[in-house]
């Protein structure tokens, strides 16, 4: 159980266009899903936290225009890297943080296997 | 959150304990400690947390010292496939927002055959 899927697994685009990034958690209902990015032998850095049905809370210096977060359902939240340039190449990750499992504060949180992401 | 202090790398002999330490002096009464692990090119792995006793589940133990300044994860037999950064966070764990983990750089333990 406690499975997190990421779609697609690596992505190649030019620059100047979109790509979407999909994080579902298969087996479980997330209330609460993290957007982390991770540039080569660097620790996650931490983007977003959303929350279903409202609006992304971005940490500081992340664009929230640039980096658009959806989080229309309690098993799926999409990442989207509008205008994408060659700078924002990383390694994105997702997580989700099981909403609950009878162990009330044991929030762990269970993450994607990341989507790497190459602009041209 | 409080900050976490780990050593950049360690060694580890294939079947030996692997032991990985972590100093969290500014640690507060309801912060967790929580240990993930990073094996490269994949999500990290959630491995154990406590709160102040010490804790053993299938992968690991987790040792807290009594001031919770500090705690020790333990592999007890490594093998190959535990080469990874391993990462200590604390934090609060009210759930929802406050959920949020903020990696610092880990230790890469590297298990040596």
């Known amino acids: 159980g406690a499975v997190v899927s990421q779609h697609p697994s690596r992505v190649i685009c030019k620059s100047g266009t979109s790509v979407k990034i999909e994080c579902r958690s298969l087996d479980f209902q997330a209330t609460t899903m993290f957007w982390y990015r991770q540039f080569p032998k660097k620790s996650l850095m931490l983007m977003a936290t959303?929350?279903?049905?409202?609006?992304?809370?971005?940490e500081q210096g992340v664009e929230k225009d640039k980096f658009l977060i959806n989080h229309a359902s309690l098993t799926l939240s999409t990442l989207t890297v509008t205008s994408a340039h060659p700078e924002d190449s990383s390694f994105y990750i997702c997580?989700?943080?099981?909403?609950?499992?009878?162990?009330?504060?044991?929030?762990?949180?269970?993450f994607g296997p990341g989507t790497r992401l190459t602009v041209l | 959150d409080a900050k976490t202090t780990q050593p950049t790398s360690m060694d580890c002999a294939e079947g030996r304990a692997a032991n990985l330490p972590c100093n969290h002096s500014t640690i507060s009464g309801n912060e967790y400690v929580y240990w993930y692990r990073q094996i490269h090119s994949q999500g990290p792995q959630y491995i154990i947390h406590?709160?102040?006793n010490n804790e053993t589940n299938e992968m690991a133990s987790l040792i807290i010292t009594e001031d919770r300044k500090s705690s020790t994860l333990i592999l007890p037999h490594a093998t190959l496939r535990d080469t990874a950064v391993y990462y200590c966070?604390?934090?609060?764990?009210?759930?929802?927002?406050?959920?949020?983990?903020?990696f610092g750089t880990g230790t890469l333990l590297a298990v040596q055959p």
């Open positions: 997580s989700a943080s099981i909403r609950d499992r009878g162990l009330a504060f044991h929030n762990e949180q269970f």
């Open positions: 959303s929350n279903e049905g409202s609006k992304a809370t971005y």
């Open positions: 406590g709160l102040k």
């Open positions: 966070i604390v934090r609060r764990n009210y759930g929802g927002a406050t959920n949020k983990l903020i």
